[in-house]
């Protein structure tokens, strides 16, 4: 049975079930605007005992790094409760985004939803046990895969996004407490880095403004306070030597 849901005026969620696997088709533009309630969607399917999922891409007409956050919080929420996420039917722009940004190494891409569905379980996980992507015969790994790999994950994609976007939204209190204007051009990089699908960078971008508030720290401000906080957590121990 499908069951059909409007996520947002752009975007349906269509569900359905293939044995033991839910196949969820998604439809339309996946957005900073829709992501978040995607995302929301998306982890009410996942349970201890129901938590193998595929996401049938095939009808996304556009995908940003909100977009993309949103896949790889899922595919770890249903690693965390033994199942999987897996990507099927891609369309050549989420595709493409995947290729970009590496995280088509760390996502499983299957042509369509039944091979998805049906697929060995040996093909979801690599050996340092992250998701592996299925891919054609003498497939190479291009550029932005390799530097992705290479770089340290902060933690979660959606959540260093999560932390940014605060951050970024709260930008007239980070003003109002830097009289100095020590950290425009570091909030300037960082809004940047958010417009983009590269959270290579996007870290880089967060890393750089924490390391100038350890060098000047800014006017008492509680909204900088808790957005910084949130910032370092999502990034690493190491960055709690920073204080505001």
Not at 7 to 14: A, E, K, Y
Not at 93 to 111: D, F, K, M, S
Not at 182 to 189: E, G
């Amino acid at each position: 049975m499908n069951s059909g849901t409007t996520v947002d005026p752009g975007l349906d969620l269509t569900v359905r079930t293939a044995g033991d696997v839910t196949i969820a088709e998604v439809a339309g533009e996946l957005d900073i605007a829709s992501a978040p309630a995607l995302r929301e969607q998306l982890l009410g399917l996942l349970r201890p005992g129901s938590s193998r999922l595929v996401i049938d891409l095939s009808k996304i007409t556009l995908c940003d790094a909100s977009g993309l956050a949103v896949l790889v919080g899922t595919d770890r929420r249903a690693g965390l409760l033994g199942g999987f996420l897996r990507l099927a039917a891609v369309s050549p722009l989420v595709g493409e985004a995947l290729q970009i940004t590496g995280l088509r190494r760390t996502l499983a891409v299957y042509p369509t939803a039944q091979a998805a569905a049906t697929g060995p379980l040996a093909a979801q996980r690599g050996p340092a046990g992250t998701a592996g992507t299925v891919r054609p015969a003498g497939a190479q790994t291009g550029p932005a895969s390799r530097l992705t790999e290479q770089t340290p994950a902060p933690g979660d994609a959606d959540e260093l996004r999560e932390a940014v976007a605060a951050v970024l939204t709260s930008a007239d209190a980070w003003r109002d407490a830097d009289p100095s204007r020590k950290f425009t051009s570091a909030l300037r990089a960082m809004s940047r880095a958010q417009e983009g699908t590269d959270d290579t960078a996007l870290y880089t971008a967060a890393r750089s403004l924490l390391s100038v508030l350890s060098r000047h720290p800014l006017t008492p401000s509680p909204t900088v306070a808790a957005t910084a906080t949130r910032l370092r957590r999502v990034l690493s121990p190491a960055t709690q030597l920073a204080r505001t």
